[in-house]
């Protein structure tokens, strides 16, 4: 049980440090941890862009090293799939009936050094939904 709460402040830790992130790179946080029936999404952002903003549905893994594979390849076909749901589900509360703004779904991979510190790699459009 220890194991997962130690898990599961590592996931905080790393949503944590790419929210800042994000910030510094002048991205606009809409959500975080948006959860539905279908499931979570780390962060929701704007990512300013000409002409206009693209909403990112962002899952961030992040992990002290690769021996479980990469944070990246944690997101395979089936959580790929539910995150879509999840975006889904956001797009319809958020719209209601409007028009969906641009989107893409990104992956941010964090690694926690033996020193504390965190390496961020953004995997921009990681991967595509049917729907978008």
Do not use: Y
Not at 2 to 27: F, S
Not at 77 to 95: D, H, I, S
């Amino acid at each position: 049980m220890a194991e997962a709460k130690g898990g599961k402040k590592l996931g905080t830790q790393g949503e944590t440090v790419v929210r800042a992130h994000l910030e510094l790179l002048g991205w606009r946080i809409v959500a975080m941890n948006f959860r539905c029936a279908a499931g979570e999404m780390d962060i929701i952002a704007e990512e300013p862009a000409l002409p206009e903003p693209t909403l990112v549905f962002l899952e961030v893994k992040t992990r002290r090293g690769t021996r479980h594979g990469t944070p990246r390849e944690a997101v395979d076909a089936r959580k790929q799939k539910r995150l879509a749901a999840v975006a889904q589900t956001f797009l319809g509360e958020r719209n209601a009936g409007g028009a969906e703004p641009a989107c893409r779904f990104d992956i941010a991979e964090v690694f926690v050094g033996p020193d504390g510190l965190s390496r961020i790699t953004l995997h921009r459009a990681a991967f595509i939904s049917s729907w978008l």
